[in-house]
């Protein structure tokens, strides 16, 4: 498939486009709250079959096939890395369900869709269907970070795409290898056995690799610069001796790769894992882009009303009956069972291996192999447009997010960041107060806020904590070595313009934190124990709302010793202010102050 056009841009110009489409659509998603994979999959067909300026085939070559596989394979090690056996808890019945029970029947029902409505041969249908198993984590992890799902269902999802992408490459192997059984003079004997052989052999590769990395890393014999670049290296070596013992192996290897990483307690574990989800962003906008682009505009005309009917069929009848099956008698709850049932996006690895097998089975004489790119295409586009638009209110009708509004994290208990709490329940946000000091914790308790007794960095906070919740986190502890740790810990998961602090005691060049540690500062520029002072000399946290005839200038004239802490827009966004920041002072905005006790009428 090739855009048509008269000449192709070079290599490298069309690495830069690829490279500033996918991120540019991911930063627009951003800012403009969409789903990320829908603007990238715009951008590429307008570049591409649109307006002809990209031609992924022509530019690349031969060398593009290898580049999106090598892609996917990271894309999978990835997701592998992001598995943790003891976050699945009681989500790993339904996983196992999903998997054992789910793929099967999923196979099954695709293969029957595209044999009765899409109008394919069973022996096409049986190798598509396999490959339709797979729901696709590259599209999967950005609804997630959108729709803030709670643990559960975002586990079972999260888990379903990442396990079943090398299961269903693997289906369409083996459902290759029958038809050629059935085409060629091959023998059943011989397929059976090159398809054992392939697959223990990827799985031994993958967790023989995983396993000597591991041990390298635990045991210092490879320096923390040497890292990632190894894991790069060690992931394209395993997938491609994978794959030359048997075709798409090389995907299950590379998953059990990063499955085997990600469950041995590496100590530099978490930074492998945030420089492999910067690699992975880059990678899925830059499959998706080429995919998109590669398509041409005789192909997009080519599908007809059957590919529209075989798209509703999978989406609104053979993806919800296979999961609704296999969850069948669980404890799954419903609401999880059924947004799980009809939220199923496709995604590049679909794309990728169905355009590769359409062309083994037109090359083995099965013409309407030929047409398995088109409508894997189409069935990616519609997934991608559909549940990234109906994901977020579709699990907020079944009371499946984390919260309607994003709250706020404090860590660090006491008289000061409990009346902070409670200012904030006044906007109905989520909060929350966290403190290793229980008895620290007697305060939140007695005015009925929400804690958590614990480290905040503990893997038991990240197991019993739903931190989708919090979108906000102000490190308020009596220790500002922690509270530098806290900040700068959670500053990469949260963003660092989410991750505020309290200000620092100054203390001589010996004992001073670097300033490039911590959180951002909070407006009332004063130390933890300077906060608390101020509460016994009466102080207190009030709630103030702004209207036409209440501005910001007729409350600054009356409270000219309050502080402004933080701003909450109409829109439900809540900003803290750093020190010589302004409110944007908006007609029906509320501020939360920090002031003297003063009666008010507009506080509510």
Known sequence: ??????????????????????????????????????????????????????????????????????????????GGLSLKFHELKDAAKGVRRLVIVGAPLGWLASAMALH???????STSAVFGGIMI????????????????????????????????????????????????????????????????????????????????????????VPEYMKVPLLFVGVIAVFTASDRILH????????????????????????????????????VSGVFILLAANMDRETLMSLDVNALLFVLAVVFIARPVAVLLSLAFSDVPKAERFLIAFTGPRGVVLVAVAGLFGQRLAAVGIEDGAQMGPLAFALVAASVVLHGFTLSPVARFLGLTAADRPGVLIVGSSTWSVQLAKALEKLDLPVIVSDPNHAHLRTAREAGVEVFFGDILSEVAEDRLELVRYEQVIAATDNDAYNTLVATDLGPEFGRDKVHQIKRVKHGAR????????GRPL???ETYFDLNERIRNGWEFRVTKLSEEFTLDDWREINPDSVILAEFGNQGALRFLEPDMKPQGTNSAQLVVFGPQREERKDV
């Open 116 to 122: 009765y409505v899409a109008g394919l041969s069973w």
């Open 134 to 221: 797979v729901t696709g984590p590259t599209v999967i992890a950005p609804l997630l970070r959108q729709a803030r799902l709670r643990r559960r269902p975002a586990a079972l999802l999260n888990w379903e795409a990442i396990v079943n992408d090398p299961v269903g490459a693997l289906a369409a192997v083996l459902a290759f290898e029958v038809v050629l059984v059935l085409q060629t003079a091959t023998g059943v004997g011989d397929a059976v056995w090159q398809l054992a052989v392939g697959i223990i052999s990827a799985s031994i590769i993958g967790v023989v690799a995983g396993w000597g990395l591991a041990r390298a890393f635990s045991r210092g014999h």
């Open 248 to 283: 798409e192996a090389g995907l299950l290897a590379v998953t059990l790769m990063g499955l085997f990483i990600a469950n041995v307690e590496l100590p530099s574990y978490t930074e492998l894992r945030r420089f492999k989800e910067q690699a992975t962003v880059m990678l």
């Open 523 to 525: 407006g009332v520029d």
């Open 511 to 518: 004992y001073a934190l670097p300033a490039t540690l911590g």
């Open 1 to 78: 498939m090739a855009v048509s056009g008269s000449g192709g841009l070079d290599p490298v110009t069309a690495i830069a486009l690829v490279g500033a489409l996918g991120i540019g659509s991911q930063w627009l998603a951003w800012r403009l709250r969409m789903p990320a994979i829908v603007l990238m999959l715009a951008a590429g067909l307008i570049v591409g079959p649109g307006l002809g300026l990209l031609d992924p085939s022509e530019s690349f070559g031969d060398l593009l096939q290898p580049i999106v596989s090598i892609a996917v394979a990271i894309i999978l090690f990835e």
